[in-house]
């Protein structure tokens, strides 16, 4: 067949347009304690969530990574950082990187997912390349689910952006848990 003629029969047999279903937001706002819903759901998708404050965020990193030597910190709230990146950095470069320390904007209560943008990781495989991960993100910065996280982040800049939830992982190989397969082997979000 031609291509024009392939074009006309997926044209003839397209579905009808259906609208969007309507969402009764009201029905979601429940009465629920953002903070120790987000912590749980962190913790239930194989996260590690601490709270601490800003001052204390170098100990406790230093506690739980004693022997990670390659790092790489996009914030100014760690100075663990020994290998400095910019935007112009390669990503093939990154490869021996042990962890990565950046901050997420904004937290999801419903699921534990964290916004991370291409400004907080400064180089966009840099979450998914390190063996271990450290999200640093503002208590404040917790929004009850993923309808409130769309409306707060729909006047971004339209670059890279990713929700994280936990560490990686996929089960679709014979439905084994395999994790770190696409991304950090760990996830520890300091909640400050």
């Known amino acids: 067949m031609s291509r024009e003629a392939i ?3 997926v044209k003839k047999n397209k579905p009808e347009l ?15 304690d953002l903070k120790e819903t987000f912590k749980n759901n962190v ?13 204390s965020i170098d100990d406790i990193i230093k506690a739980q990574y004693p022997d990670k030597t390659n790092i790489v910190s996009t914030t100014n709230k760690s100075k663990l950082g020994t290998i ?6 390669d990503p093939h470069t990154l490869e021996h990187i042990d962890l990565a320390i950046v901050e997420g904007e904004l937290g999801v209560s419903e699921n ?10 400064v180089v966009r495989a840099l979450p ?10 503002n208590k404040k910065s917790i929004c009850l689910h993923m309808l409130d996280a ?24 014979e439905q084994c848990l395999v994790v770190g397969a696409h991304g950090a082997m760990s ?6």
């Open 18 to 32: 259906l609208p969007l279903p309507e969402i009764n937001e009201v029905k979601f706002k429940e009465d629920v």
């Open 7 to 9: 074009l006309n029969s």
């Open 84 to 89: 400095s990146v910019d935007k112009n950095t």
């Open 128 to 137: 998914f390349i390190t063996n271990d991960l450290v999200i640093i993100l």
């Open 187 to 192: 996830l520890s979000v300091l909640l400050v």
């Open 43 to 55: 913790a239930l998708v194989g996260g590690n969530i601490i709270e601490t404050t800003v001052a």
């Open 112 to 121: 534990g997912a964290i916004w991370v943008t291409a400004s907080n990781s």
């Open 150 to 173: 769309y409306k707060v982040i729909d006047n971004r800049d339209r670059n890279f952006g990713v929700f994280i939830s936990g560490p990686s992982k996929t089960a679709d190989i």
